[in-house]
């Protein structure tokens, strides 16, 4: 990262606590995009186009849902600041990948038939997890060989 | 009739331009606007926070314009799946297609202004089309 705090994209948001069906859902769009959470009903993205539209039309579904909320575009006041929140958001998806090298590993160990269809899955998450991941750990190319050396030994058994 | 929508398109309303083209209103102008206040009185606004052709309910302005119209083609709500998980990636939908439109479209996003994105991406719906509408004939993945 640079020397100056980046620009972020920061959503304050209110929902209605029933019914909590559309509270779950949008929890569930918040944790699929990555955010940092910076306090109660308060996330935040690195600003992009892509980020700065998901989180608008969060925004939206909040207000169907008879919530409310405000998008902000944000910098940190300190660099230091700005690095805890990415450091919180680098040990997310660290803990993610690490899950993957976990069944990866697993998989390997376990009946052939399996493989495949752990690959595929495995293959599915790993880009998941890329699209929400923008602080990479070390984790992430650990996650990558453990799905690629699973890859290799169904080709070793095909062949 | 005129039509707006954001600048900067992306896959739900290139779809959007191209399905109102095609279904629509064939003599559609499109206009790209930064903020919403900058629409044009005589233009309808889509794919933009607070109007009726946008996201509702978890749909994409895709999603949402078929069921404004009454489009009750099921190849084009077979394309409708793959721009939904395109743009919104929420796995409603089992669409291993969106990814590689959702990459096509962010970098002609680089080379090309919006208007030539509208261009370029009418032939490329036109062809998605018509290979939805070939599977479903026959029932399988058409040659």
């Known amino acids: 990262m640079s020397g100056t705090a980046g620009q972020w994209v920061l959503l304050a948001y209110r929902i209605p606590r029933q019914p909590s069906t559309p509270r779950i859902t949008i929890w569930r769009k918040l944790d699929r995009l990555g955010v940092a959470r910076l306090g109660d009903g308060l996330v935040a993205l690195p600003a992009d186009a892509r980020t700065r539209e998901q989180l608008e039309w969060i925004a939206e579904e909040i207000g169907e849902a008879g919530g409310s909320s405000t998008l902000w575009l944000a910098a940190a006041a300190s660099l230091s600041q700005e690095q805890d929140v990415a450091e919180e958001m ?34 599915a998450e790993l880009r998941k997890i890329g699209r929400r991941d923008f602080f990479p750990p070390a984790e992430r190319e650990t996650a990558r060989l453990a799905v690629q050396a699973l890859n290799a030994l169904i080709e070793e058994g095909a062949s | 009739m005129k039509w707006a929508t954001r600048r900067g398109v992306h896959i739900d ?129 058409p040659a």
């Open chain 1, 90 to 123: 680098r040990r997310a998806r660290a803990v993610e990948y690490r899950a993957v090298v976990e069944q990866a590993r697993a998989a390997a160990d376990g009946r052939p038939g399996e493989r495949a269809r752990t690959v595929k899955r495995l293959q």
């Open chain 2, 13 to 141: 309303r290139a779809a959007c331009a191209w399905l109102i083209r095609r279904r629509v209103d064939t003599g559609a102008e499109f206009v790209f606007v930064d903020d919403p206040a900058q629409v044009p009185g005589d233009a309808t606004p889509f794919d933009m926070r607070g109007v009726e052709l946008s996201h509702h309910g978890g749909d994409c302005t895709f999603e949402t314009i078929l069921r404004r119209y009454d489009l009750a083609d099921p190849v084009l709500w077979k394309l409708a799946e793959i721009v939904h998980e395109a743009d919104i990636e929420d796995d409603r939908f089992d669409a291993p297609e969106a990814a590689g439109l959702d990459v096509v479209l962010r970098g002609l996003s680089m080379v090309c202004d919006d208007e030539q994105v509208l261009e370029v991406t009418g032939p490329l719906f036109d062809g998605l089309y018509e290979y939805f509408r070939r599977g479903m004939l026959l029932g399988r993945e």
